[in-house]
């Protein structure tokens, strides 16, 4: 039997992507805002229904650059341990502090009602992820970085395409930063763009990703390069020509991993609020050892046993990082701890086969057995 990875990056005929860089050995212009580029921000744009897109070299500069470009000084930031390590470590690189809030139980997401406790004067912002695509509570956020005069900088690494309310979830908070790795559901290779709607924001975050540049003689900004290349954004335009039909067909293998999974005692899933258009970014189950039988951790064995590559993600929390060590209390995130001890993310990529699907939860239904 073949072995089934976690995922499994996306890619257009290849005639259709050397078609689209043929142009690329005409112009040689190969980085520094081309053509391709240029076509792929506004492609981008439409396709996210956003005001305006920056694209970067990945989404981990999108959103450190992202939240440098908000001139927050010193600080504490409002955000999530249950993400990857890209999230916590653009604030820490950004001189902030991360406050760790703690996350919901049914989709995961910073808990709304427990921000405010978190609040001090020293706060500056709030980083919110929408985590595995799930949407945040962005209406209960925006209300109180109002209030409290704070930005927000949502980590929409998971969500790309999705709308809520019809509006696409680009255009909540101040900003958004995506990241286009070749891991997820739209991808770039590498890549990253940041969505935003002031464009003095926008002008800034040009010349951070460009060195700081502001023309030919003067330097005004303590900038890193973060470019977006044409090799990058070609793979992007003919990528976005087949992201619904990727998107649809992820539906059809989360939909068959539900119809085996949904009445499981001791298995959660993931709750899609309503009024959101997924993407079907991931799977994750949270196993409650006690009713299922079986613990997390022996599920990605009998899994890994056969050849099926599950991820344990997001473990362990970003706050207990040993770069972080000493500097955050895990007892104050107790769901996000626990979601993390019992959380395994299967299988899914557009070509995921429904007898590949059945396999897999044949197993764990197994495992739960035993
Ligand atoms: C992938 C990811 C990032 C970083 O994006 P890259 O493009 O890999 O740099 C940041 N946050 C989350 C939640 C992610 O999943």
Redesign the pocket.
Known sequence: MDKILVTRSSMPPMEEYIEEIKSLWESHWLTNMGEKHKELEEKLQQYLKVQHVSLFS???MA?ELGLQAMDLGEGEVITTPF??A??THAIVRNGLKPVFCDIREDDYTLDAAKIKERITERTKAIVP?H?YGNVCQVEEIEKIAREYGLKVLY?A??AFGESYKGSGIGTFGDASMF???AT?VYHTV???AVCYRDEAYGLKLFRLKNFGIRNEETVDGVGANAKMNEFSAAMGICNLRHIDEEIAKRKKVVERYRSHLKDVPGIQLNTVRGEVDSNYAYFPVVIDETIFGATRDTISSALSAEGIFSRKYFYPLTSTFACYQGQFDVAETPVALRISNRVLTLPLYADLSMEAVDRICGIILRSGQK
């Open positions: 990945n989404g981990h959103l993400t990857f890209s999230t992820v985590v980590d690494a998971h990241s286009f790795h997820k590498e890549g990253g």
